[in-house]
């Protein structure tokens, strides 16, 4: 089994920077993409950004050039800084980790955190 652990959100004003971090522990014998997803309330989760296990980062729309993904392979670790931040970023942001937990399994799973909140409001 694999557990994500998320931590860094919370309340900031228009324009401000938050940063997300998102630590996978258990049974993990690679990762391989890792991702934040986010979901305001009354709509549909949505891909904010995702990382390769090459670091190739790719964005939505809507937070290029705010944004940035970044992982720590040996640490298992995601990250996501988040700049000049707007209110229509308020929603709870969740940690996405494709994982292979034995070097003989074929296939890897699908992980999630358990969310963090993140809140942009003046």
């Known amino acids: 089994q694999v557990q994500l652990v998320e931590s860094g959100g919370g309340l900031v004003q228009p324009g401000g920077s938050l940063r997300l971090s998102c630590a996978a522990s258990?049974?993990?014998?690679?990762?391989?993409?890792m991702a934040w997803y986010r979901q305001a309330p009354g709509k549909q989760r949505e891909l904010v950004a995702s990382?390769?296990?090459?670091?190739?980062?790719a964005y939505a729309d809507g937070v290029k050039g705010r944004f940035t993904i970044s992982r720590d392979n040996a640490q298992n670790t995601v990250y996501l800084q988040m700049n000049s931040l707007k209110p229509e970023d308020t929603a709870v942001y969740y940690c996405?980790?494709?994982?292979?937990?034995?070097?003989?399994?074929?296939?890897?799973?699908?992980?999630w955190g358990q969310g963090t909140q993140v809140t942009v409001s003046s």
């Open positions: 996405n980790a494709n994982v292979r937990e034995r070097s003989w399994y074929l296939t890897s799973q699908n992980y």
């Open positions: 258990g049974t993990i014998f690679s990762i391989n993409a």
């Open positions: 990382i390769t296990i090459g670091s190739s980062p």
